[in-house]
């Protein structure tokens, strides 16, 4: 009897298993760190947005927007999060990526180019042009090679000859070990990309080290385009500082470049036509679209006050300081 019972228990669960199939894996969306706003504010609300309507995804952590691209290439069904200039800067060094990958939408949030110096070196490194004048000597850090920061570094030196010319770059585990290394003085410049939050902690710390934030803006940035000709760039005056406070050298805001955050896919033509994935691929761009932008951005205070703090400048408003780049750039023999 026991046998019996044992064994018809066993057979039952086969013919269940055989009956449901096999579990089938959520989709991915991949975000960022587990500790950035990627994965933690902005991923869960799209998830939100899809679960809604009965799309079966999940969060994925990555390195960033270069490896989410990839992913995506590699998984049409994949969604990815990515700075925009990203992936231009990818769909120029392979057109198969403007090919195969859809832009759902890029008007969710913007996101800032930073580089920071030591106090030592403040004065020479006023804005971009004494940077690009300098950089054949000088020790550039960035986090992982893989990260949105490191492509879009790679993406200023394509179009600015004088950057283009840095060879000394060093590629580390974080954004935060590439501002540690010019603590410590072992690099000249640590260059990053993210949103334009004072209240991230990360800011309280280099204003605590006495770094100098060095504007990440000149004419060669704000002439690109897209394929569609639409700006890779604008120029914002970002908070550094948070509450209102002045930093230690007197600054509260600068002006520097900022690009979209891109949610994308792959194609709904990568797919087969005439098929579920397809259609299903089909609906979600369209209903993630339609979605109204507030449901897709964060409403901590800290977005909000973000939000309020944005101010966009004009390229007309911008021409003194823009002068002033190109001065200190020419002023530097090359």
Do not use: H
């Amino acid at each position: 009897m026991t046998i019996m019972t044992k064994t018809w228990c066993a057979g039952a669960a086969v013919a269940a298993a055989l009956v449901a199939g096999p579990a089938t894996a959520a989709n991915p969306i991949y975000t960022g760190g587990e500790n950035g706003s990627y994965y933690g504010s902005f991923g869960p609300l799209l998830l939100d947005v899809l679960k809604k309507e009965f799309f079966d995804y999940e969060l994925q952590t990555s390195a960033g927007s270069g490896e989410n691209i990839e992913q995506v290439l590699a998984n049409p069904t994949a969604i990815g999060m990515t700075q925009t200039d990203v992936l231009a800067y990818m769909s120029a060094q392979n057109p198969v990526v403007a090919q195969k990958i859809a832009i759902i939408r890029n008007d969710v949030a913007n996101e800032c180019l930073y580089a920071v110096t030591s106090e030592a070196n403040a004065d020479r490194l006023e804005n971009w042009g004494s940077v690009a004048g300098y950089a054949r000597r000088l020790r550039f850090a960035l986090g992982p090679e893989g990260s949105g920061s490191a492509q879009t570094f790679k993406l200023l030196q394509s179009f600015d000859d004088r950057l283009g010319e840095a060879s000394r770059v060093s590629y580390l585990d974080s954004t935060d070990a590439a501002i540690d290394s010019v603590i410590s003085s072992q690099a000249d410049v640590a260059f990053f990309v993210q949103f334009p939050d004072p209240s991230n902690s990360r800011f309280e710390r280099l204003n605590d080290a006495k770094m100098a934030f060095i504007p990440v803006v000149d004419r060669n940035i704000l002439r690109q385009r897209f394929a569609d000709d639409e700006r890779a760039y604008v120029p914002l005056e970002v908070k550094v500082t948070s509450a209102g406070l002045l930093n230690w050298r007197g600054v509260e805001k600068i002006v520097t470049a900022c690009t979209p955050l891109a949610y994308i896919t792959g194609q709904p033509s990568e797919l087969p036509e005439g098929t579920d994935a397809r259609l299903d691929q089909e609906e979600l761009i369209k209903i993630v679209r339609e979605t109204p932008l507030t449901n897709l951005q964060p409403s901590a205070g800290w977005f909000q006050s973000m939000l309020d703090d944005l101010v966009q400048v004009s390229e007309q408003g911008m021409e003194k300081a823009l002068d002033a780049v190109d001065k200190a750039r020419d002023s530097i023999a090359e």
